[in-house]
């Protein structure tokens, strides 16, 4: 009985664990497909936010130029690029998404496809006009 205790605590374990978005992901370039950054989502209360904590492409020390208001001239490196993102159901939804490259803000939502790929889709206005990527999740 105990060790069946057990195995189904482990079980539950690994579930509930694949199915949050919290942990480090995988960006790539839409064209080329090459590893862009690495990003880590982090959670305080019921809020979701995103990091970048690694860059593959471009200098290391980066700032962001186009951004403005606070982010401005600060380093790509740390920089929080998604922000006030709530769990709804299956989805993540009502936050932004910066894009250090042009400086736009967009509304975001995202959505596991499964454990180890998320669908992060910026999008002004209505969720039809926008962009989607998808991150893999950092083993």
Do not use: H
Not at 41 to 46: G, M, P
Not at 125 to 134: I, K, N
């Amino acid at each position: 009985m105990k060790q069946l205790f057990l195995l189904l605590l482990v079980t539950l374990s690994f579930t509930v664990k694949g199915q949050s978005i919290i942990g480090q992901w995988e960006t790539y370039d839409d064209k080329t497909n090459e590893k862009k950054a690495l990003i880590e989502i982090e959670k305080t209360n019921d809020i979701y936010t995103a990091k970048i904590i690694k860059k593959y492409i471009g200098e290391e020390n980066s700032v962001c130029e186009k951004c403005e208001g606070d982010k401005k001239n600060k380093p790509i490196i740390g920089l929080v690029i998604i922000e006030g993102i709530k769990k709804d159901g299956k989805e993540y939804n009502d936050g932004t998404i910066l894009d250090p490259e042009s400086g736009d803000v967009y509304s975001c939502y995202l959505k596991l496809v499964d454990d180890n790929k998320l669908k992060v889709r910026g999008y002004m206005g209505v969720a039809l006009l926008g962009r989607t990527q998808y991150w893999i999740r950092k083993q």
